[in-house]
């Protein structure tokens, strides 16, 4: 059965600091078999860091990223990624772009800012043990 968070694990889940929710995400990521992010008619959303770096932000459930659909993202709709495509397509689309993924944005924080690289990798080693 697919699952979905209750509000209670949403409020839980983002009231951690952004490391243990980059770990969550590679769990839950790996367990579903899908990233989700945020989509509208232009295009997927995106966000810049401090440095002026391209971000792509991804969270484990579409209800986490409904949350963040406000502000300059009210207009965006979740969408979610089958995760043969985010390894295959985004992963060396963003590594050739210079994007980073931000992981699990919040409300209250942009979420943990990583080089594509390092999610495939981690990714990858956490599907490892499902096989």
């Not at 792509?56 to 986490?64: A, M």
């Not at 979740?78 to 994007?99: A, E, F, H």
């Amino acid at each position: 059965m697919p699952w979905t968070p209750s509000e209670r694990e949403i409020a839980g889940v983002s009231s951690l600091e952004a490391p243990e929710r980059y770990k969550h995400w590679i769990k839950k990521v790996a367990d579903e078999g899908e990233v989700w992010s945020l989509w509208h008619e232009g295009g997927w959303a995106l966000a810049l860091d401090s440095e002026g770096n391209e971000l792509v932000p991804v969270w484990p459930h579409g209800r986490y990223a409904e949350v963040c659909a406000k502000a300059e993202w009210h207009d965006y709709q979740p969408r979610s990624i089958p995760i043969d495509v985010w390894l295959g397509r985004w992963i060396p689309g963003m590594t050739q772009d210079k994007r980073l993924v931000a992981v699990f944005p919040t409300a209250l924080d942009r979420g943990m800012a990583v080089d594509p690289r390092r999610v495939e990798q981690d990714l990858r080693e956490e599907m490892s043990g499902y096989e």
